[in-house]
C-alpha cells in the first residue's frame, strides 16, 4: 500500500504542468472574472500542490528494517546523496550508495516502467578502500530482491567518490562482460565476501521509500512557496 501511494503521488512530479496547469485555462476569459489569468493560475497550483501533500503526509511508512548486522547506516545519508552504509573488513573501509535503476538508464520513460519492476531495481556502488592508497576499487551492481550482479569494475581517485555517478579521470579497464568467466565469478566471490550481496535488498528498498517521500514533501512545499512569492 506504502509503496503504490508513493508511485501514484509522485506521478505527479512527473507531468505537473499537464496535472495541475492545463485545467484553469477551461474556466476563464477576458472579462469574464474580476481575477486575473496569473491569479487564477496560481490558486489552481496551489490547491493542488496542498491536496497532493496532504495525501502524501497521510501515508505510513514501511515497517522499519534494519541492514545487515555487519554495516551501519551514515549519518546525513538521507539528506544527501552520497553513501548510505558503511562497514569496515580487516583494514579496507567498505561505502554503499544506491539509487534506483529507472532513475539513471537513458531514454527510459518510467511512466511506461512496470510499478513493481521499478521498486524491485536498484543500482548499487560500492567502494573498497584501504589506507595509505588514493584509488578505491568501485562496483556499480544491480541489486535485486534475489540476486545482484556486477555491471563493472574500476578504479576511481577517492575525490570522485562522494557523486555517485560522475565521470572517472582515468581509463576504467575493460567492460565487465569482456572479462573471462573466472574472473568474473572471482569478482562476484571478492564482493561476496564483503557483504555485498542482495541481503542488502530489503534496508536499502526502505530506506530509498523514506527518501522519496521526504524528497517529495520537500519538493511540494518548495513548489507552493515559490508560487506563493511570485509577482
Not at 486575473?36 to 497550483?45: C, Y
Not at 572479462?179 to 541481503?199: K, P, Q, T
Request: proline share 7%.
Amino acid at each position: 500500500m506504502w509503496r503504490t501511494a508513493i508511485i501514484r503521488a509522485t506521478g505527479a512530479i512527473r507531468s505537473p504542468t499537464r496535472t495541475i496547469i492545463s485545467a484553469p485555462f477551461r474556466h476563464y476569459s477576458s472579462g469574464s472574472s474580476n481575477s486575473s489569468p496569473s491569479t487564477v493560475v496560481n490558486s489552481t497550483i496551489l490547491r493542488s500542490l496542498k491536496e497532493h501533500y496532504t495525501e502524501v503526509s497521510k501515508m505510513a511508512p514501511p515497517p522499519k528494517v534494519s541492514p545487515p548486522a555487519e554495516f551501519t547506516v551514515v549519518k546525513g545519508a538521507l539528506e544527501s546523496g552520497g553513501p548510505v552504509l558503511k562497514r569496515t573488513y580487516g583494514d579496507e573501509e567498505i561505502s554503499i550508495s544506491v539509487m534506483r535503476m529507472v532513475n539513471i538508464l537513458p531514454g527510459v520513460d518510467p511512466a511506461e516502467i512496470d510499478a513493481d519492476d521499478e521498486i524491485n531495481q536498484l543500482f548499487l556502488h560500492a567502494d573498497v578502500s584501504k589506507p595509505g592508497q588514493d584509488y578505491v576499487l568501485h562496483f556499480l551492481c544491480g541489486l535485486y530482491p534475489d540476486a545482484l550482479g556486477i555491471h563493472s569494475v574500476s578504479l576511481r581517485h577517492k575525490q570522485e567518490t562522494s557523486g555517485l555517478l560522475e565521470a572517472p579521470s582515468k581509463y576504467n579497464g575493460p567492460s565487465f562482460e569482456a572479462l573471462d568467466d573466472r574472473m568474473r565469478d572471482a569478482f562476484h566471490g571478492y564482493i561476496e565476501e564483503r557483504g555485498i550481496n542482495d541481503s542488502l535488498f530489503p534496508f536499502l528498498q526502505a530506506w530509498l521509500y523514506v527518501k522519496d517521500h521526504r524528497s517529495l514533501m520537500h519538493w511540494f512545499k518548495s513548489v507552493g512557496t515559490c508560487v506563493k512569492i511570485s509577482k
